[in-house]
């Protein structure tokens, strides 16, 4: 990603920002110019909950550059209702299952992106129970 683009999109990779549509209530993440339910453009910025399901995931082989293996990428329902790619981590791909609750985190997504920093975004894990949190 590209980094004008990276610092544009840093409120939805930071706090799951999307847009709620005031006409019908759909959310939308990542953000979208209209509403994808009724085409409106009356969108305001709606916090999406920091949880939900594995939909799906898949192990890929070998890492995209920059990524740390294992790459484990998983489709989350949230409970707002989107669906959205994330990497799964502190996980093992065997301990992964179709419909287990996740909780996202903010972690390191590169180790070093195409300007030569850090990149940071969410990524999903089993929830940790409160006061083990780390
Ligand atoms: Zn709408």
Redesign the pocket.
């Known amino acids: 990603m590209d980094l004008p683009r990276y610092h544009r999109l840093r409120g939805a990779y930071y706090r799951l920002e999307g847009r709620r549509?005031t006409?019908?209530?759909?959310v939308a993440f990542p953000p979208r110019p209209a509403?994808r339910?009724?085409?409106?453009r009356e969108l305001e910025v709606h916090a999406l909950a920091p949880r939900g399901r594995v939909h799906s995931f898949t192990e890929m082989a070998t890492a995209p550059r920059g990524f740390d293996p294992p790459h484990l990428m998983a489709l989350v329902e949230l409970e707002d209702g989107p669906i959205i790619a994330a990497q799964l981590t502190d996980i093992d791909p065997e301990d992964i299952a179709i419909g287990m609750e996740v909780e996202m985190v903010t972690r390191r997504i590169q180790e070093k992106g195409p300007h030569g920093y850090l990149v940071y975004g969410y990524k999903f894990r089993p929830p940790v129970p409160r006061g083990e949190a780390s």
């Open positions: 549509c006409g019908c209530g759909a509403c339910g009724c085409g409106g």
